[in-house]
């Protein structure tokens, strides 16, 4: 039962545009949630996250839209560069103690030059 | 920055045998995550240490164990291996915040298990 989805395993986006990354939850005890970027062979690199009593969180180039009614979140990245391709990740925390992060199945991100 | 640290980065073993990997935590996180992420699939945790003791559980087989030590470092003990078992393990840190469900995991660079 994935409880946290990225329905596009796969994405492609011409450098210097903007990308955006999708991701739906069915969890509605989902509290807070993290994106994280991995490049082959290292470990999961965090990039941002969005606690529930917020709608948008912005960090540089990079920004968190929530959107609670619908369990949707998003990851924008304007402007798109080289170094964004990598495999996405959106990932949830329920509330109130529990540590174990439920990850999504990610989404391939292609920046084209 | 000190990152966390994972060893060995690449394991192999034959079914039956047993493995420890090692996580050293960022310095002055005093909590400890282990994922498995399989070919294909999303990282799923398996178990959490939070100053040495064990704080949280998921879908860890029994054959696996795990402790957290003084120094916060963390060794996951896999025994009687199966093909299965054969994954990419990461392990994360986190220094505890306001309140749990908010801290930032810090993932390692992985230990990829392969199972012959």
């Known amino acids: 039962d994935q409880q946290v989805k990225q329905n596009s395993p796969s994405l492609s986006v011409q450098e210097g545009r903007i990308s955006i990354l999708n991701c739906d939850y069915t969890n509605s005890m989902f509290d807070y949630f993290l994106w994280y970027k991995k490049y082959p062979a290292e470990g999961p690199t965090f990039l941002i996250s969005?606690?529930?009593?917020?709608d948008k969180n912005e960090d540089g180039r990079f920004t968190v839209f929530l959107n609670k009614s619908a369990k949707h979140l998003s990851l924008h990245i304007v402007p798109s560069q080289p170094g964004d391709s990598a495999v996405y990740f959106c990932?949830?925390?329920?509330?109130?103690?529990?540590?174990?992060?439920?990850f999504g199945t990610g989404t391939r991100l292609t920046i084209i030059p | 920055a000190a990152g966390v640290i994972q060893s060995p980065r690449h394991l192999i073993k034959e079914k039956r045998e047993t493995a420890t990997l090692k996580c050293y935590p960022i310095p002055r996180h005093d909590t400890v995550y282990w994922y498995q992420q399989g070919p294909g699939q999303d990282p799923q945790f398996l178990i959490s240490?939070?100053?040495?003791?064990?704080?949280d559980k998921g879908s860890i087989p029994d054959r696996f164990s795990a402790q957290q030590f003084s120094d916060y470092h963390s060794e996951l003990n896999m025994s009687s291996l199966e093909l299965g078992d054969s994954a990419l393990y990461f392990c994360?840190?986190?220094?505890?915040?306001?309140?749990?469900?908010?801290?930032?995991?810090?993932f390692g660079p992985g230990t990829r298990l392969l199972v012959l």
């Open positions: 990932a949830a925390y329920p509330n109130f103690g529990n540590e174990k992060l439920t």
């Open positions: 969005i606690s529930s009593i917020k």
């Open positions: 994360a840190s986190s220094s505890r915040g306001r309140a749990t469900g908010q801290e930032t995991q810090y």
């Open positions: 240490f939070y100053e040495k003791m064990q704080s």
